[in-house]
């Protein structure tokens, strides 16, 4: 379920709350909304409502988290591919082929990325290395230095081969790390206890009712927010694949 849908699905259930508390309000006799119900109510309400302020406010934290290390591990693997360029084109020119090869696999890798983070099934797959990124350190190995400096480039060009790979094992591993549905679940439940709870006690007319719905629809859009921010591969806030696929400008431009 897309991150829109499944707020949309928590101002719903919220707002089902408040509707439900102005239900409870003409339904029940008037002693069970004394003035000391109403105290107990509010104190459980500013204790569910504390819970709630505290799991959204780490789950905002962690979601800028989890969006910021992947934006920040994008970044790492375009600046990675355009080092291993560079050194490439230092080494001499027998590394036209390598360097070529190299601006076929970065798209290649690009729409990997993007799919394996965006897709269900594609999270579910074991990682297999690409034929692609396997050819381009294949022949980083099959290079014949011959002389020092060649040698020292040659090395340098495997170190960053093998930070590319990291990286981008990273990005495999991290993928499909999601909040758990139980988890959300609960937290819309603590919401809407405390929409009933606010309509419970108020006065039944168009303000109020309103002033919830407002109320309920912020609470739901910091769920979307939390939700996009958590899926930094899709969505409306999705990380742009633009900078790494064109890292690279063609060889002769």
Excluded at 232 to 241: H, K
Aim: charge should be neutral.
């Amino acid at each position: 379920m897309s991150p829109l849908l499944m707020s949309v699905v928590v101002f719903a259930c919220v707002f089902a709350g408040t509707i439900f508390g102005i239900f409870l309000r003409d339904k029940l006799p008037k002693h069970h909304l004394s003035g000391a119900t109403k105290d107990v109510v509010r104190l459980g309400t500013g204790l569910i409502g504390t819970i709630a302020a505290l799991v959204l406010g780490l789950l905002i934290a962690s979601a800028n988290t989890t969006y910021q290390t992947q934006s920040s591990q994008i970044q790492q693997l375009t600046a990675s591919i355009v080092v291993l360029d560079n050194t490439l084109a230092l080494y001499g020119p027998e590394t036209v082929s390598v360097r070529n090869l190299l601006r076929r696999t970065v798209p290649a890798i690009a729409d990997r990325i993007w799919r394996e983070n965006s897709s269900q099934s594609a999270k579910a797959e074991p990682f297999a290395a690409s034929g692609e990124g396997l050819s381009v350190y294949d022949e980083i190995l099959k290079l014949s230095p011959r002389d020092d400096r060649q040698r020292s480039l040659q090395a340098i060009a495997i170190d960053v081969a093998k930070d590319l790979a990291k990286a981008r094992l990273l990005l495999f591993a991290e993928a499909g790390m999601t909040i758990p549905m139980p988890f959300l679940v609960v937290l819309v439940s603590w919401l809407a206890i405390i929409f009933a709870s606010y309509s419970l006690f108020a006065d039944n007319n168009a303000t109020t009712i309103i002033a919830l719905g407002i109320f309920a629809l912020s609470a739901s859009a910091s769920i979307f927010l939390i939700l996009e921010l958590s899926q930094p591969f899709t969505g409306l806030m999705m990380i742009s694949s633009e900078p790494l696929r064109n890292a690279l400008a063609p060889l002769g431009s």
